[in-house]
């Protein structure tokens, strides 16, 4: 029988495609780690865990805003904080993928309705006050809740 050496570990995550886009990447390592009984006990936990990153998240943001860290770490407490909303749409059966879709379709129609909008009363979007913006916007939420 041969002796395996360290190097000839395998993890449960090497069979993962290496090619995956981010996002599905997440959502596949979060699957197997809970296939390996690495995981939460429950939603609670996992929410606990999401409210924990998004402190440290906005406690980055100030430093970088604060020129006291650079962008990298930032970046990285918001991927932190996308990993672990990953685990939350895994944890009540949302693929994340196509959570995001719907999502930025959604904002699409909205978006779409506030430049024709602008744009059908003879002006562009530099020329439109925020507060008008929002008021359009608010419209298109009406318009477009799905």
Do not use: Y
């Amino acid at each position: 029988m041969e002796k395996r050496d360290k190097t000839s570990f395998r993890s449960s995550l090497d069979s993962l495609p290496g090619r995956l886009p981010a996002l599905m990447r997440a959502f596949r390592v979060s699957e197997s780690a809970a296939g390996a009984n690495f995981d939460w006990d429950d939603i609670s936990g996992v929410v606990r865990k999401v409210e924990e990153e998004w402190v440290e998240f906005k406690s980055e943001l100030i430093n970088h805003q604060n020129k006291q860290t650079g962008k990298e770490e930032l970046s990285i407490e918001f991927g932190d904080l996308l990993f672990t909303l990953v685990n939350v749409a895994r944890f009540v059966a949302i693929h994340p993928e196509t959570a995001l879709a719907a999502s930025t379709r959604k904002f699409e129609k909205r978006f779409k309705f506030l430049e024709r909008v602008i744009t059908e009363s003879g002006r562009n979007m530099d020329s439109v006050s925020q507060g008008e913006k929002d008021a359009i916007w608010n419209k298109a939420k009406e318009a477009f809740s799905h």
